[in-house]
């Protein structure tokens, strides 16, 4: 009866395999979306920064009444 509880039972090596080829399958769509994104952001121009107003631009050499 002991037998055959511990045949039904995957081996250490078997356990091991399969987490590896989860590891891989979960690893593999992670590179593959890397490499789809560089291509895309480098394409893409940053943005310039819009000019701003002179009103926002304080001043430090004012002097500002209180």
């Keep these: 009866m002991a037998q055959e509880a511990t045949e039904s039972e995957p081996t250490m090596e078997e356990i091991l395999a399969s987490i590896r080829r989860i590891i891989d399958e979960d690893e593999q769509p992670a590179e593959e979306a890397a490499a789809e994104e560089a291509p895309a952001a480098a394409a ?8 701003e107003a002179e ?3 304080l001043e430090l050499t004012d002097m500002v009444e209180e």
């Design 55 to 57: 009103d926002d631009v």
């Design 44 to 51: 893409e121009p940053e943005a310039e920064p819009e000019p």
